[in-house]
């Protein structure tokens, strides 16, 4: 089982519409969590991060955490067509390796207009 | 302006040929990693480092090597031992203390002729 896992996609989307994008991940005790966006070519940047159990939301971003079933995801409101990236999903385990993250492989979303 | 600089942007390497990936930051990050990304994968980490003339291997440290004489600097170095280099090298940095956010750089492409 992979660390962290997240659909490839691709996902696609009508502008204007919510996009969903999930990621689960294995252990138990990570302790904080990562979404960074993607464009074709570009280095990743960040989206949002989350550290506690519930949502967390910025503009027409949500992040959601659920611990207990080892689930992130991150909401996207009123896609619009320059949100069309690949979506990764970190994780930072407890045991806190030097602050690295684990990626996963990323789901790639494309917003139709 | 602060920030992450990555250069070359792309790079082009003989086989046998050791190459060297700079990666420098004004931000004042304590920590700085290498990540490697190839097609429609997530992130794989390399070598890290959380202070000066120190640091460690990641997940695929094979065939790599890395100094951190400055704070500001982090080069990667992909010698000859590495069989298949060509991918996308991130280099992303953060405060070393607390639970915080990790920002990469433009990246630099690597490809092997």
């Known amino acids: 089982q992979k660390e962290v896992e997240q659909n490839s996609g691709p996902l696609s989307v009508p502008e204007g519409a919510i996009a969903s994008l999930n990621c689960t991940y294995s252990d138990r005790v990570s302790q904080s969590f990562f979404w960074y966006r993607q464009y074709s070519g570009k280095s990743p940047e960040l989206i949002m991060s989350?550290?506690?159990?519930g949502d967390k939301e910025d503009g027409r971003f949500t992040a959601q955490l659920n611990k207990a079933s080892q689930y992130v995801s991150l909401l996207i409101r009123d896609s619009q067509p320059s949100d069309s990236a690949t979506y990764l999903c970190?994780?930072?385990?407890?045991?806190?390796?030097?602050?690295?993250?684990?990626f996963g492989q990323g789901t790639e979303l494309s917003v139709k207009p | 302006d602060g920030g992450i600089t990555q250069s070359p942007k792309y790079l082009f390497r003989k086989e046998g040929q050791n190459v060297t990936l700079s990666c420098e930051q004004n931000l004042n990050h304590d920590a700085m990693y290498w990540y490697r990304q190839d097609p429609g994968q997530g992130l794989r980490l390399i070598y890290y480092s959380q202070i000066v003339n120190d640091f460690q291997k990641g997940d695929i440290a094979e065939g790599y090597s890395v100094s951190r004489e400055k704070k500001e600097s982090f080069p990667l170095t992909v010698t000859s031992a590495q069989k298949n280099p060509t991918a996308f090298y991130l280099c992303?940095?953060?405060w070393g203390e607390g639970d915080t956010e990790a920002f990469f750089g433009q990246g630099t492409r690597l490809t092997v002729v």
């Open positions: 989350i550290y506690s159990n």
């Open positions: 970190a994780v930072r385990p407890f045991y806190n390796q030097g602050g690295k993250l684990i």
């Open positions: 992303a940095s953060r």
